[in-house]
C-alpha cells in the first residue's frame, strides 16, 4: 500500500498523517475548512522540526515527509487512487456513516477504510456499507506520531487479508499494532486507564492522596517500569504467588462505582476542562499549554529513542 487518505485535519488525523508520510506514503489529508489544513501543516512541519532537532530526522528527510503529503479540502480528490483510507473526523455516528458512503462510492473495492474511533463499535460503522468485510478500526493514541501503540478492532465479518494488511502497515510505519481477539467497548487501553482512574478518584473522595500525590505516585512506579516492562510482565519478574495474595486482599476494598465522581461532574459544569480553560486538577497560565504541550512531547521523543535503542538491542542479540 502506497497511497494514504487521511480524513480529518484534526490532532488525531494530522499526526497519522505525518507518520504516513515519514514512513515513505503518498498521504493526502483532507478537512471541510482550510483553515484546519493550514493549521495542520503547521503543526506537522512544528513537530518534524522537533525531531531534526533531536538528531531523529535529517533536515533532507523532513523536505521529503513534507513533499509526500497533499491538503485538500475536496473529498472525492483526496480518495482517488487510495490504498487505505483512515477517517479521523469529529465521533458523530451520522457524520461518519455519510462520509463512508462517499468514501465507498470513489474508492476501489480493495480498498481498506479505518476508523480512528474509540466510541463506536464497528458493527454501528458499517451498518450501511456495501462491503463490511474492509472495515476496520485503527485506533491510535494521542500524539499518534510519537505514542507507539494502535489497537486494531476487526469483527467476525472483516477479511483476514484485511486484518493481516493493517497490521503489517501499521508496524511498517512503526507502530506497535495489537489485534483485538474479540470487540468489547472502550478496547484494551481505556478501559484499563478508566478501572485505574476509578481507584484514583476514590482515593481522592476519600482524602487519602491529592491529585498531585497521585500523579507522584503513578510517575514514580508503574510509569517509571511500564514503559519497558508491562504489567503482565512485571506480575511474572515479582512472583505470581505475591500477585494471588495482593490481588486477592484488595479486590474486596477497591471501589467499584459505576457513575463518574461527583466532583468530576462539578468539575466539568464549571468549565474545568484542563489545559485549554486553564484550569483542571491544577491551575494554568495563559503561556503554559504551549509550554505544556512542548514539554510533553519533548518527554515522550525521549523516551521513545531509548525504546527504539531497546529495540535494536534486542534485534542484534536475535541476529
Same mark, same amino acid.
Given at each position: 500500500m502506497?497511497?494514504?487518505?487521511?480524513? $480529518?485535519?484534526?490532532? !488525531? %488525523? /494530522? $499526526?497519522? &498523517?505525518?507518520?504516513?508520510?515519514? &514512513? %515513505?506514503?503518498?498521504v493526502r489529508i483532507q478537512a471541510r475548512r482550510q483553515e484546519s489544513l493550514d493549521q495542520a501543516r503547521e503543526l506537522i512541519t512544528n513537530?518534524? @522540526?522537533?525531531?531534526? =532537532?533531536k538528531d531523529m530526522l535529517t533536515t533532507s528527510e523532513m523536505k521529503a515527509t513534507q513533499a509526500r503529503i497533499t491538503y485538500t479540502t475536496n473529498l472525492y480528490e483526496a480518495l482517488q487512487d487510495a490504498d487505505f483510507v483512515l477517517e479521523s473526523i469529529p465521533e458523530v455516528l451520522e457524520l461518519k456513516l455519510d462520509t463512508y458512503e462517499i468514501v465507498e462510492s470513489v474508492v476501489s473495492e480493495k480498498t481498506i477504510i479505518s476508523s480512528n474511533t474509540s466510541t463506536f463499535p464497528l458493527k454501528d460503522l458499517t451498518q450501511r456499507a456495501k462491503h463490511p468485510e474492509r472495515f476496520i478500526i485503527t485506533h491510535f493514541f494521542n500524539p499518534p506520531q510519537l505514542v507507539p501503540l494502535v489497537e486494531i478492532v476487526k469483527v467476525a465479518v472483516t477479511e483476514e487479508k484485511v486484518i493481516q494488511a493493517t497490521y503489517h502497515l501499521m508496524k511498517e510505519i512503526g507502530r506497535s499494532p495489537v489485534i483485538l481477539q474479540k470487540e468489547v467497548p472502550g478496547f484494551i487501553v481505556n478501559r484499563i486507564q478508566v478501572a485505574m482512574l476509578r481507584e484514583a478518584? /476514590?482515593?481522592?473522595? !476519600? *482524602?487519602? &492522596?491529592?491529585? =498531585?500525590?497521585?500523579?507522584?505516585?503513578?510517575? *514514580?512506579?508503574? *510509569?517509571? @517500569?511500564w514503559a519497558f516492562c508491562g504489567p503482565m510482565e512485571s506480575q511474572d519478574l515479582a512472583g505470581?504467588?505475591?500477585?494471588?495474595?495482593?490481588?486477592?486482599?484488595?479486590?474486596? =476494598?477497591?471501589?467499584?462505582?459505576? =457513575?463518574?465522581? &461527583?466532583?468530576?461532574?462539578?468539575?466539568?459544569?464549571?468549565?474545568?476542562? *484542563?489545559?485549554?480553560? %486553564?484550569? %483542571?486538577?491544577?491551575t494554568y497560565a495563559d503561556n503554559q499549554a504551549a509550554e505544556k504541550i512542548r514539554k510533553r512531547d519533548d518527554d515522550f521523543l525521549e523516551l521513545l529513542r531509548l525504546l527504539n535503542r531497546e529495540k535494536e538491542t534486542l534485534h542484534s542479540y536475535s541476529g
Open positions: 502506497k497511497n494514504m487518505t487521511v480524513l $480529518g485535519a484534526g490532532i !488525531m %488525523g /494530522h $499526526g497519522v &498523517a505525518q507518520l504516513f508520510a515519514q &514512513a %515513505g506514503k503518498n513537530s518534524l @522540526k522537533i525531531m531534526v =532537532e478518584f /476514590h482515593l481522592m473522595e !476519600m *482524602g487519602v &492522596a491529592t491529585a =498531585e500525590d497521585i500523579d507522584i505516585v503513578m510517575k *514514580g512506579s508503574m *510509569g517509571f @517500569k505470581l504467588q505475591t500477585t494471588k495474595y495482593m490481588v486477592e486482599n484488595l479486590l474486596p =476494598e477497591l471501589s467499584d462505582v459505576k =457513575e463518574p465522581p &461527583a466532583f468530576l461532574t462539578e468539575m466539568v459544569e464549571n468549565n474545568q476542562l *484542563g489545559i485549554r480553560t %486553564g484550569k %483542571g486538577f491544577y
